[in-house]
């Protein structure tokens, strides 16, 4: 018996009903992905104008880009990650939540890693964001929903895909499990610097807590989500720690804003295009496998 038909599914031969029915089915799923695609597909090139802050704090209703550095010293944006289920026409196209989100290589500030520093305790818009104050992440485009980054505790039928580890997820509604703040990245200087302006430069690398489980937004380097946009990387709610008991670089976030002496520019990409990189000498000279990390991006490399 060969392994292909030799006949077409009009001809009533063996099991051609539900052969027939199989071809609709494809041929419903090939228009759906066409019609998914089509919305999608500018959706990650609706470009954002980031906001521009003049005295180099954080405030409540700006527009910000979460950059990671990580482990492997390329930038990986916070983004959305809609499929198709995400999708609804009524009243008008959009994304509906819950919704899932990603870490990509694209660091363009557009619809998809573009979000709104929100209040939660009746803080004014326009007001400094400080350290441990409370806050919410919102999406920027009427196109999105207005949807807020949420987590909860882990479960077992509730959490990552790859990782099993704590779920971070956009949702309509915004309550407690919504809510995060900003902590220095370094443990011994955290205390001093509670309550402070939570200040804007790309060399100031902040961790990110999730209030009601007390866990760090961290990215997963080692497992790789596959999305409508490409390969990205699974963002998770889990502090890891070091040695130091001090939060490793996938904790470690950037709150990238854009660059008042340069038109659309971040920020971070002034401080690499001016020269400004300084590397920061290995704790142990002697180890060769030792990284090189950069005092102003945060880049590392090997050397």
Known sequence: MPDFKTYRTNVKIGNWNEEQHLEEVWGQM???TYRFVGVLAPFSH??????VTTDGALHFGDVVMLLNVGDTGECSALGINAYIDHMTKIPSPGIKGPCGV??????????????????VDGTPEGATLHYEQSFALK????????????SDVQTFRKCALRSRLQEVNLDERECFLSWWKLVHFDPQERLEH????????????????HCKTNQALAVMEHFVLGTTYGNEYEVTAHTFL?????????????????????????LLNRLKSEGNCVSLPREN??????????????????R
């Open 30 to 32: 090939r228009l759906l």
């Open 139 to 150: 999406t920027t485009s009427d196109f999105t929903g207005g949807m807020y980054l949420t």
């Open 46 to 51: 609706l470009l954002v104008e980031l906001s």
């Open 285 to 302: 000279p002697d180890d060769p496998t030792e990284y090189i990390r950069c005092s102003v991006c945060n880049y590392r490399e090997d």
């Open 242 to 266: 070091d040695t130091h008991r001090a939060e490793k670089s996938n904790n470690h976030w950037i709150l990238c804003t854009a660059d008042p002496d340069a038109e659309g520019l971040l």
């Open 194 to 209: 509670e309550g402070l302006p939570v200040p804007v430069s790309a060399n100031v690398n902040v961790v990110v807590l």
């Open 102 to 119: 990603s870490a990509g290589r694209s660091i363009q500030p557009c619809v998809r890693t573009a979000f709104i520093i929100t209040s």
